[in-house]
């Protein structure tokens, strides 16, 4: 059972624009919602997070928002860099008692273009 | 600040072998976790500690697999009677508890099993 869906396996975007990730989950129980960032050959590395609360967090050139009617989040990146270029998992994690992990999608590949 | 450090980084053994990997968390951190990840998904929670209690294992986790963390310190991850399909990446994580799922990621162990 896939708690957090990424549909799109890859993104290519060109330097400058707006890039846009997509994330569905199912479960309602969620309490905060992750973007990770990951390189080839390295551990995840956390990049933006938002509590089930809410329904937009900014930081920098990132920004997350939350519809949970639609049990749906996004992460904008605004302006897209080489640098970027990265695979990035969406997570959503739970306090219920001891069961208190990460459940992650499956990625989406974001090639930013020069 | 030294980070999550894992150890090796990589493994190749042959199928029915034991392995054992490493992580030393981020010392002040008292949840640590492991996640396994291979090709095209997102990591796959396995297990994590608080201290030194094992607080939630995987259906994943079948019997060949054990994991510990004496003192609440370091951990390790033992796979007995390896098989191909165990083939992976297996990352550790540490936590401070109460952070909403801001898990720190080491640079994993690539495990192949010939």
């Known amino acids: 059972d896939q708690q957090v869906k990424q549909n799109s396996p890859s993104l290519s975007v060109q330097e400058g624009r707006i890039s846009i990730l997509n994330c569905d989950y199912t479960?309602?129980?969620?309490?905060?919602f992750l973007w990770y960032k990951k390189y080839p050959a390295e551990g995840p590395t956390f990049l933006i997070s938002?509590?089930?609360?809410?329904d937009k967090n900014e930081d920098g050139r990132f920004t997350v928002f939350l519809n949970k009617s639609a049990k749906h989040l996004s992460l904008h990146i605004v302006p897209s860099q080489p640098g970027d270029s990265a695979v990035y998992f969406c997570?959503?994690?739970?306090?219920?008692?001891?069961?208190?992990?990460?459940?992650f999608g499956t990625g989406t590949r974001l090639q930013v273009t020069l | 600040d030294t980070g999550v450090s894992q150890d090796p980084r990589h493994k190749i053994t042959k199928r029915g072998q034991n392995v054992t990997f490493r992580c030393d968390p981020i010392s002040e951190h008292n949840r640590l976790y492991w996640y396994r990840q291979t090709l095209g998904q997102g990591p796959e929670f396995l297990t994590y500690f608080q201290n030194e209690a094992q607080l939630e294992k995987s259906r994943l986790l079948s019997d060949r697999f054990s994991a510990e963390r004496p003192k609440g310190s370091f951990s390790t991850l033992e796979i007995q009677r390896t098989e191909q399909g165990d083939s992976a990446m297996y990352l550790c994580?540490?936590?401070?508890?109460?952070?909403?799922?801001?898990?720190?990621f080491g640079s994993g162990t690539q495990l192949s099993v010939l």
């Open positions: 997570a959503a994690f739970s306090f219920t008692g001891t069961a208190s992990k990460l459940t």
């Open positions: 479960n309602s129980m969620f309490d905060y």
């Open positions: 938002i509590s089930s609360i809410k």
């Open positions: 994580a540490s936590s401070l508890r109460g952070r909403g799922g801001k898990l720190f």
